[in-house]
């Protein structure tokens, strides 16, 4: 009986371990496919790395596709970075499966090992020594260890299985980030989202693969709380790098992260590192840290780990074309549409891009070459587009508000119904250009060249002209109410049918100009040289032609003398006029720009063909000139001042512009104390202001004047202190 109890015990040991044997040889087998598997996968996650880090920013700008490593085959560069992370899920969440299938196996082994060695109190079964040597097999059922040796391979496993294809869907986008396209930056985001989903359910189910989910969780959690709080602590950390920190600028989620951050040390200026900028930008503190810092100007990278705006500097991007293309002005770069916002491509060669419609908020092309490009409708806001060369460029209807343009090079431009309020073009060349329709409201352009430009029907208002030269330049209907035209060069001027009601002149070089139908009510014209200039129809009420240079100039209607200050005209014959005048308009196609100029030119060359210049001496014109000056001798300067203020102040309430431009040119005129023109032993040769400063800031300060409202800069409260220290100088006069 006993002898039949030994053999069933040893038939039972005999099954048991043909069982175990087979169900190692099923692990084993298992083990060596997922290896493959695994080696394939992390084999394609190095081929991406490689592929992506190989990616550019000339790359993104140009939208060159992306070479594959070793198989260099060429993949558009949208496609690979929308498609590539999802290949990258896909093969995450199949190789995923295979380790849950393995992990079966291998703990169903190890359980049974488990009980026999407690049988018999062996350390270490045999059979643990014959399983695959995978690292992942060997950290759930391999033979006892050191401890740190256990941690290394787990470590490998959640290197490999966890945190590399995590962190290359991250880089995936933070690599494109810089091209700002949402669609796909959006995709990056719900793929890194549903990889870590994945990572969370297979993971549970690795532990316990024979239970149900909520079953298998509540013991995860159980058993492995710390493990759960590092699986929990890394995805919360990459969803918020995702969603929060890698964020497009100007986006929602980075507008949003801004706003949330005011107040608090998060909310940081960028380009970050910065003292101040231009720009007066904020941004979340690690998105400024990460990805918006100073570009330096040697090296042309910035100085944060990543960038999400182009930058692509001191570069040729220009391919080189024969000279056939290049004068047919074939496109060079095809950037239409494209969201290039706060991009650098300064010092870099540009001719010929096409950029319609492109959005530019903020970028740099500082000494960029921008000749010929295209750039209609382009939202240019805050461009900084210093020495830039626009020569030939068409940007028509282009955004260009509060774009800096000083010095840059734009002859022959086309900015026609562009928006160009209040840029900068100081000393820029626009030479030959067209701003016909272009909006240039309280635009600085001091000393700018516009010599035979275009610019009838553009609105002027309240620009700094101030030494310009515009010579021969169409200004047919422009608006110049309230602009500063003080020693601008204007000889031949076309200004036909032009409104410059309350301008400053003063000084202005008008030989030779156009000036019929124009309205120079409240003009400021003390000094100017309108030698030559026809005012036929021109309404000058209540303007200052103090010290004008007048020769063969005709005089408007007879009623033109109403409340003018006209002292010392001068009346003399220059010896200069017939040599100075030149054809600035001419040109072989007969535009109405050109025939106006044309129109103009001829008038002047009759008057230069007369046989004695002092024959305008006995003319109707000179004449009335001279009756003009008998009768405005005498004329009281208290009442003139007092109705220059009413008017200048009621013209000014009439405006309804949101910083209402043309009030402010008149608080600077009567507060422009120390910029007047002055001898060489500091006496002002034009006074300041000729009207009541006193009553002008009665009215303008009076509720019923609306515009007071929308002025900005504290223009009202420097007016208080001008007619402070205006009251001072009359006590102090009297006191003496």
């Not at 129109?599 to 009756?627: F, M, P």
């Amino acid at each position: 009986m006993a002898s039949t109890n030994v053999f069933e015990e040893l038939k039972v040991d005999i099954g048991n371990q043909t069982h175990n044997h087979r169900l190692l040889a099923a692990v084993n087998d298992a083990a060596m496919a997922v290896r493959n598997g695994w080696i394939f996968f992390v084999g394609m996650m190095a081929f991406f790395f490689i592929a992506v880090a190989g990616v550019t920013h000339q790359d993104l700008l140009l939208n060159s596709p992306v070479k594959l490593p070793l198989i260099q085959i060429d993949i558009e560069l949208t496609r690979f970075f929308q498609f590539a992370p999802l290949a990258v899920v896909l093969f995450h969440f199949g190789i995923l499966l295979q380790y849950i299938m393995l992990a079966g196996k291998t703990l169903a082994l190890h359980e049974i090992l488990k009980t026999e060695e407690e049988k018999t109190g062996n350390r270490t079964h045999p059979i643990r020594l014959e399983m695959s040597s995978y690292f992942f097999v060997q950290a759930m059922a391999g033979p006892a260890r050191s401890p740190v040796l256990s941690i290394f391979l787990r470590a490998m496993t959640v290197l490999t299985l966890g945190l590399l294809p995590l962190t290359l869907l991250i880089y995936f986008q933070t690599t494109y980030l810089a091209f700002h396209d949402p669609v796909v930056t959006w995709a990056h985001r719900l793929y890194v989202l549903a990889d870590l989903f994945v990572l969370l359910i297979i993971g549970v189910f690795t532990r316990f693969p024979n239970k149900l989910f909520r079953q298998a969780f509540s013991s995860y959690i159980r058993y492995h709380s710390s493990g759960i709080f590092l699986t929990l602590l890394i995805s919360l950390a990459a969803l918020f790098y995702s969603f929060c920190i890698a964020t497009i600028p100007d986006s929602w989620l980075d507008r949003k992260m801004t706003a949330l951050s005011r107040g608090t040390p998060l909310h940081v200026s960028v380009p970050y590192g910065t003292v101040g900028t231009m720009q007066n930008r904020h941004a979340f503190l690690p998105t400024a840290w990460l990805f918006e810092g100073r570009v330096s100007e040697m090296s042309g990278r910035a100085s944060s780990w990543f960038s999400r705006n182009l930058i692509v500097t001191d570069v040729d991007l220009v391919p080189y074309v024969n000279a056939e293309r290049e004068k047919a002005n074939e496109v060079s770069l095809h950037l239409r549409g494209r969201d290039l916002r706060y991009a650098n491509f300064s010092q870099s060669d540009m001719h010929r891009a096409d950029f319609k419609e492109a959005n530019l908020k903020q970028a740099n092309l500082s000494q960029t070459n921008l000749s010929f490009a295209r750039l209609r409708g382009a939202r240019m806001y805050k461009v900084d587009l210093r020495n830039a060369d626009l020569s030939h460029a068409d940007l028509r209807w282009a955004k260009l508000k509060k774009s800096d343009l000083r010095q840059a090079t734009l002859v022959r431009a086309n900015l026609s119904s562009a928006n160009l309020e209040t840029v900068n073009l100081t000393d820029a060349n626009l030479e030959g250009s067209k701003l016909q329709w272009a909006n240039l409201l309280g635009a600085n352009m001091e000393k700018v060249n516009l010599r035979k430009a275009t610019i009838s029907q553009a609105n002027l208002q309240s620009v700094n002209l101030n030494g310009a030269e515009m010579q021969g330049a169409d200004l047919f209907k422009a608006n110049l109410n309230g602009a500063v035209l003080r020693n601008a060069h204007m000889q031949q001027a076309i200004l036909l049918w032009a409104r410059m009601v309350a301008a400053d002149l003063r000084g202005a070089k008008l030989q030779g100009s156009d000036l019929r139908s124009t309205n120079m009510a409240l003009s400021d014209l003390r000094g100017a040289d309108l030698q030559g200039v026809d005012l036929v129809s021109a309404t000058l009420k209540d303007a200052d032609l103090r010290n004008v240079s007048v020769w063969q100039t005709n005089p408007t209607s007879d009623d033109m003398a109403q409340e003018l200050r006209m002292q010392n005209i001068k009346l003399k014959n220059p010896e200069e006029l017939g040599k100075k005048n030149e054809d600035y308009g001419l040109s072989r196609k007969k535009t109405p720009q050109e025939k106006r100029r044309e129109a103009n030119v001829k008038r002047l060359k009759k008057l230069q063909k007369l046989k004695k210049t002092t024959d305008w001496d006995e003319t109707d014109e000179y004449s009335i000139w001279e009756g003009l000056m008998e009768n405005k001798t005498g004329s009281s300067i208290g009442k003139y001042s007092l109705v220059l203020s009413d008017r200048l102040a009621e013209q000014g309430c009439r405006d309804r512009s949101r910083n209402a431009w043309m009030l402010a040119s008149i608080i600077k005129r009567a507060t422009d104390v120390y910029h007047s023109t002055r001898h060489s032993d500091n006496t002002s040769y034009f006074p300041p202001f000729n009207g009541n400063i006193e009553r002008l800031y009665q009215k303008i300060a009076d509720k019923r004047c609306q515009a007071t409202k929308n002025l900005r800069g504290g223009l009202l409260v420097k007016l208080r202190i001008a007619v402070v220290q205006y009251r001072k100088k009359i006590r102090e006069s009297k006191g003496q």
